[in-house]
């Protein structure tokens, strides 16, 4: 199955909380993560800001039903991956690969240095799955301010220390006029 990928539109924002529920199922089977499964998610108006920054995309089928969505921010000269959910039974057929480098193209595209996201270590569809896209791992030394606050936050509501990490793909963009990449 081929995915179709676009920019998100304002009439897609209701269905995506959906999504993210239904790609939460995949959780079940992890022993102490069952419960993002029932995770309220992000809300409408969180779909929105990243919809009206132009950094939301959905995946789609071939009838425009909507199979999953990616949510980024942009930081200084990187990308911020904030969510990346496929429905569960359209999981492992290549739409968040498909998401994944359409937002490796806008990132070219806008000239960015790298794109950025925390994740799980040993979940199958989550670190590996990143890293076979070509996103690293980053040591606690590589990690900027932006990325130690935002695995803090993580800690704060809920998410194991121990199983996350942050992650980044460099495009080979360095930052300019002296920018900085967090």
């Not at 998100?8 to 959906?18: C, G, K, Q, S, V």
């Not at 939301?56 to 071939?62: G, M, Q, R």
């Not at 932006?146 to 695995?151: D, E, K, S, V």
Request: charged residues 25%.
């Amino acid at each position: 199955m081929s995915a179709i990928i676009r920019l998100t539109r304002e009439e897609d924002i209701a269905a995506l909380p959906a999504i993210e529920r239904s790609s939460g199922e995949a959780f079940r089977v992890i022993p102490g993560l069952a419960w993002i499964a029932d995770d309220n998610g992000q809300s409408p108006e969180g779909h929105l800001h990243f919809l009206r920054s132009g950094t939301s995309w959905v995946a789609t089928d071939e009838q425009n039903r909507l199979l999953g969505f990616l949510n980024a921010e942009v930081y200084g000269q990187e990308f911020h991956i904030w969510q990346l959910a496929v429905r569960h039974h359209h999981q492992r057929r290549g739409c968040g690969t498909a998401l994944i480098r359409e937002v490796i193209a806008s990132a070219k595209a806008r000239k960015l240095f790298a794109i950025t996201l925390t994740t799980f270590r040993n979940v199958p569809w989550n670190m590996p799955f990143y890293q076979s896209l070509g996103f690293q791992t980053l040591r606690v030394d590589q990690l900027d301010d932006r990325l130690i606050a935002l695995l803090r936050k993580e800690v704060e509501h809920g998410l194991p220390e121990t199983k996350r990490c942050a992650m980044r793909l460099v495009l080979g963009h360095p930052p300019v006029n002296g920018d900085t990449i967090s």
